[in-house]
C-alpha cells in the first residue's frame, strides 16, 4: 500500500511538472505563437462578448504571477461596432494572494481606439463585458487605460461623441471599485469618476448594490466658475447593473456653451445651468421623474423644464412645464414700440394623438394673452451636422380637429438652438368667434378667417415670405390681406414691406349688433389700402369709404428715439357728409360704445399703460373740399394737427360755411381736456336761416368763442363749458312783431316798421356761458331795433336739443321803463314755439349790443 502511494505521488509529480514544463514551453517557445494566440482570441472574446482577433505577438510570463500580453487586439461587431487596442496586458494576482484572496484581474489597455454606434442592436453574450461592464469592471480591481479613444455614432443623424482617455486607473476603496480618469470629450477636457458597491449593502434591500458617476470639467485659471460638475447616484438590485436601475442626477454648468461641447452641440447660446432628477432605466427605456431643469442665458433670459416623461428617448408619457422668462425687467408699455414678451408658459402632454401643448400663457410688459391647446406636434427626426448644429427635420404642428384644424405648419429649422435654417409652412382655418368674444347669437355671423403663411430666416433675419387671409363665409363682413414679399425690412435698407388689404361691411348697424354693440348708421364700409415700408419707416396709403363719405389718405409713422413714433401724411375728402360721419362714430343713443375683447387677453393688473396720444407725435394735413350734412354744407376745410409729447393742437383750422369762414385754434389741456378757441366772421343771416324761414332776416353774423370739451366722455357735448358770443351789425328783420310787442298796440298803430311790417335792426348780442353743454345767457341777450330793445334770458341746452329764452322788448327810449307784452322762446332748437308769457321776473337793465 505505502509503495502504491509512492507511486501514485511520482507519478502526479511527473505529470505537475510536465504540465509546468508545459506551460513554460507554450509561454515562451515560438513555436506555441499560434496556440497562444488562439487560447488568447479565445478568452478575449468570452470577455469582450463578441468575436475577437488578435494581429501581433502574445506572450506569456508565469511568476511572479501569471500575466498576458497581447498586442493588436481587434473586434468587429454588426452595425458598425468596432473596437482595436494596440497593447492588451491581462494578469491575475500572485500565487500567494489566490490563496487567501479571490480571484480578480487586473487589466492594461493601451492606445484603444472604439467606435460604438449609438443606435447598435447587436446582443451580446451574458456576463460579458459589453453585457455588463460594471459588473466585469467589478472584477478588475486594477484597471489602467491610456491613450485611449471612443467613438459613439448615429449614423442616421449625424451624432457623434468622442471620449479620448489619456489615463485612467482603478483601485478597491473599503468594499468599492473606484476608477479616475483624466480625458477629454469632444475636445473638452473632463474628470471622469466611477465608484460601484462589490458588497451588498444591507440596509437598501430591494437595491442592494449601489454606484457612483461623477464628471467635472476645468473654467479655466481665469474663469474658474465656468466649470461643469455632474454627478450620477445608481442602484441596482443584483450588481451586474443591467436592470431595474434607479438613479439620481444632480449637475450644474457655469457654461452652457461648455455642456453644449461635451454634448456635440455647436454652442449657439451661452449661460449656466443646473439640472436635478430622479432616474428609472429598464433594458429599452429610461424613465425619469421630479425633473427640474433651469438655465439663465447670458442676456438673461432664464428657462425652467418641471415634469417628467416615461422614456426619455421618445417622451411617452411626457408631462413637462416649461417656463421661460424673457425680458422681466421690462417696465410696463407705454407705445407700441415698447411691446416685448416677457414671459412664455405651457405644458407639453404626451397623449394619444401625440405631444400636445397646452396651457399656454404669452405675457406681455402690455397684455397677456392664453392660447388653446396646440398639437399634436411631430417631429420626424432630429439630426446633428458636421459642425454640431441640432436640426428638427419634418416639424408638423397643427391646432384644432384633425378633421379641420384650425392651424397648420410644417417645415425645418437647421440649428434648433440658434433658431436658424428656419423654413415652415402652412396656414389657418380658424372661426372668427374663437378670436373674438361675441354674443352667443353672433358666433356663427362673422364666417371664418382662412389662410396661408410661410416664414423663413432667408433674408438674415427670421420673416414672412408670404401671407395672405380672407374672411369666409360671413353676410356682415368680407375681407382680405396679402403680404407681398417680406415682412418687416431691416434699418437702412430699402422698403420691402408691401400689405395689401380690403374691408367690405355691407351694413354696419348689423356689423356691429354682431359685436352686442348699436349703431344708427346703416351704410356702408369699406377700405382698400396698402402699407409698405421697413421697422424704421411704415407708410399707409388707401380709401375709406363710409357711407357716401369718401377719405383719401397717405400717413408714414417713423421710428423716434425712447420707442416714440412720428406720423406725417396727409388726409383729404373730395366730399364729407357730417350726419352719416357722426353716426358712424357715435352708439345709438349717446351710449358708451362697447370694446372689442381677443379671446384670452387680458390687461395687467393697474390696466394697459399703452398710450399713444403721449407716445406718438403727429404732423399731419387734412383738408376736405366739400362738408354736408343735415341739408346744410360747408366749403373749403382746412386744419393743421400737431402732436407734440402727448400735447394735440390744430392750427389753423378754417372752416368756410354759409357765405362766412370760421378761424380757430384745437389744443389739448392735460389728458383729455380739448381747447377750442377761435372766431367766425361773414355769416349773412339770410342764408344762415334759409330760404324757407317763415321771417325773413338780413345783417352779418360774427362769433367769438372759448370753450372746452372732455374727450374721453360717453357724449363729449355733455362736458362742453367755456363762452361763445354772437354779434349781428346793422341788418333788417321782415316782420314788425317785435317793435309792436315793444311799444304795444297803441304806439304800434303810429310806428313806421309795424306799419311796413319791417323791422331795422342797429345790432344784436347773444353771450352765452356753457356748463355741461347747457348755454345759459351771460347776462342777457341783446336785440336793438330803431324802436325796441329786446333782452333775453335763458338757456340753449345742446344735450337736450332744447331752449327755453323769455325775452322782455321795451321802447328803446325806456329801457328802465316797463316791458311791453313780454314772450317765450321753447322747444327744440330746430322748431321752437313763441308764445306770450306770463307775468314774472322780466329781465332789465340798460345793455348795449354796439
Known sequence: MFRFARRAVAVLLVLACAAVLALVLAANLPQAEGLRRSLAEQGLTHLWGEPVSVRGAVSVS??????????????????????????????????????????????????????????????????SLLESPIYVLSLLPHLTIRDTVVRFTDAMTGWQFELKVSNLKSALDAGRNVLVADAALNGQPLTLAFAFDLEVEKEDRKHPYGAQITLSTPGGADKPALGLTARLDVRAPTKHFDHDLVMKLDAEAGSLATALVLAGVAPSIDGTGKVTARLKAEPDRLAFHDLNLALTLVDGERISVTGQADDLATLAGA????????????????????????????????????MMLDEILISTNAFDQSLREIGPINVRSVTRDATGHVAFRGI???AGPPSRPIARLEGNVDDILGFAGVELAGGVDIPVASILALPPEAQDKLGRVVGSLSMSDAGGGLGVDSFAARIEGSDLISATLALVLDDLGKPGVAATTQVDSRLKVPNYSAFAAAFGDTSDFRGQVTFEGRLSGNTDALTMEGRTDIGRTRIDGTLSSLAAPGGRSVVKGTITSPLVYADELLAFMRPEGQRRRKSVKVIGNREPEGGSQIDLIATTDADV??????????????????????????????????????????????????????????????????????????????????????????????????????????????????????????????????????????SVMRCAKVPLQFHKGVGRTNPVIVVNTENVQALGRG????????????????????????????????????????????????????????
Open 319 to 354: 408631462d413637462l412645464k416649461v417656463v421661460a422668462d424673457l425680458e422681466t425687467a421690462a417696465p410696463p408699455a407705454v407705445s407700441l414700440r415698447e411691446i416685448v414678451v416677457t414671459r412664455l408658459t405651457g405644458d407639453f402632454r404626451s397623449r394619444a394623438e401625440g
Open 62 to 127: 508565469l511568476w511572479p504571477n501569471p500575466a498576458v500580453d497581447i498586442d493588436g487586439v481587434e473586434a468587429h461587431g454588426i452595425d458598425g461596432a468596432h473596437a482595436r487596442t494596440d497593447h492588451l496586458a491581462i494578469a491575475i494576482p500572485p500565487y500567494l494572494e489566490l490563496l487567501t484572496g479571490g480571484l480578480r484581474y487586473s487589466l492594461d489597455v493601451a492606445g484603444g481606439a472604439f467606435d460604438v454606434p449609438l443606435d447598435g442592436a447587436e446582443q451580446a453574450r451574458p456576463g
Open 621 to 758: 394735413n387734412i383738408s376736405a373740399t366739400r362738408l354736408q350734412g343735415g341739408g346744410d354744407s360747408a366749403t373749403g376745410v382746412k386744419a393743421r394737427l400737431v402732436v407734440n409729447n402727448g400735447a394735440l393742437r390744430v392750427d389753423p383750422l378754417r372752416i368756410g360755411y354759409r357765405g362766412g369762414v370760421i378761424s380757430a385754434v384745437m389744443a389739448s389741456e392735460g389728458r383729455s381736456v380739448l381747447r377750442t378757441k377761435g372766431s367766425g366772421t361773414g355769416w349773412p343771416l339770410a342764408t344762415l336761416f334759409g330760404l324757407g324761414s317763415p321771417i325773413s332776416v338780413s345783417g352779418t353774423l360774427s362769433v367769438v368763442f372759448d370753450l372746452t370739451t372732455r374727450m374721453d366722455a360717453d357724449n363729449p357735448i355733455a362736458t362742453l363749458g367755456g363762452t361763445l358770443t354772437g354779434r349781428v351789425g346793422r341788418g333788417r328783420i321782415g316782420t314788425g312783431l317785435l317793435d309792436l310787442a315793444g311799444v304795444g298796440i297803441l304806439a304800434g298803430i303810429f310806428t313806421s316798421s309795424v306799419q311796413k311790417g319791417e
Open 795 to 850: 338757456t340753449v341746452d345742446l344735450v337736450r336739443n332744447r331752449i327755453d329764452l323769455r325775452v322782455a322788448p321795451r321802447p328803446i327810449t325806456a329801457p328802465d321803463g316797463p316791458p311791453g307784452h313780454s314772450f317765450t322762446v321753447k322747444g327744440s332748437l330746430s322748431s321752437p314755439t313763441i308764445a306770450m308769457a306770463s307775468a314774472g321776473n322780466e329781465p332789465h337793465g340798460r345793455y348795449s349790443c354796439e
Open 396 to 398: 408638423s404642428v397643427i
